[in-house]
T-cell receptor
Framework: SQQGEEDPQALSIQEGENATMNCSYK?????LQWYRQNSGRGLVHLIL?????REKHSGRLRVTLDTSKKSSSLLITASRAADTASYFC????????????FGKGTKLTVNP | GAVVSQHPSRVICKSGTSVKIECRSL??????MFWYRQFPKQSLMLMAT?????????EQGVEKDKFLINHASLTLSTLTVTSAHPEDSSFYIC????????????FGEGSRLTVL
């Protein structure tokens, strides 16, 4: 079953604005990852945050993790039209399972 | 990052035929590969976990006789959709994790299957 639930399901912004996507999950996790998918393509790994981390940065990406609320957020700053894609969070569960469980994703549209 | 190649990218077949999709890790040895199915505008649904040299572990509700998975080497896993039906039409994506790579998965570009 899907664990991660992203919101919003769709987000449309103008170039230069920031985009924030949220992800909630249900069980204890080992790590949480964010992936990007262009339409009809495979997924590209963006960033991984471990359960003992609270915030992580990578370029224009900022990810936060709140394990007490079982939620994470992905912030893309100074968005570009090329950031248009679907973004998924995926959780690695505690207990050693290798499986990642993906959320339903947020479809981001950045208008030029 | 590591490269995973998936082939074919698109395939159209007639009902009742079988289709094989290959997933290769090009620059690393993938001890574990995962096969996902994705419906339009939906998330990825894990179908099975494939470990090199052993039988695949299927998720609940996935028919192992319908979706045959073989992981014969550290760089190749195959998914065969047997006796395909129109409802099997979907986007199938593989991902791989190497022995020394923790957490991150590397994805193939996906295979769009259309069953007529």
């Amino acid at each position: 079953s899907q664990q991660g639930e992203e919101d919003p399901q769709a987000l449309s912004i103008q170039e230069g604005e920031n985009a924030t996507m949220n992800c909630s999950y249900k069980t204890s996790i080992n790590n949480l990852q964010w992936y990007r998918q262009n339409s009809g393509r495979g997924l590209v790994h963006l960033i991984l945050i471990r359960s003992n981390e609270r915030e992580k940065h990578s370029g224009r990406l900022r990810v936060t993790l709140d394990t007490s609320k079982k939620s994470s957020s992905l912030l893309i700053t100074a968005s570009r039209a090329a950031d248009t894609a679907s973004y998924f969070c995926a959780t690695g569960r505690q207990g050693g399972s290798e499986k990642l469980v993906f959320g339903k994703g947020t479809k981001l549209t950045v208008n030029p | 990052g590591a490269v995973v190649s998936q082939h074919p990218s698109r395939v159209i077949c007639k009902s009742g035929t079988s289709v094989k999709i290959e997933c290769r890790s090009l620059d690393f040895q993938a001890t574990t590969m995962f096969w996902y199915r994705q419906f339009p505008k939906q998330s990825l649904m894990l179908m099975a976990t494939s470990n090199e040299g052993s039988k695949a572990t299927y998720e609940q509700g996935v028919e192992k006789d319908k979706f045959l998975i073989n992981h014969a080497s550290l760089t190749l896993s195959t998914l065969t959709v047997t006796s395909a039906h129109p409802e099997d039409s979907s986007f199938y994506i593989c991902s791989a994790r190497g022995a020394r790579i923790s957490g991150e998965l590397f994805f193939g570009e996906g295979s769009r299957l259309t069953v007529l």
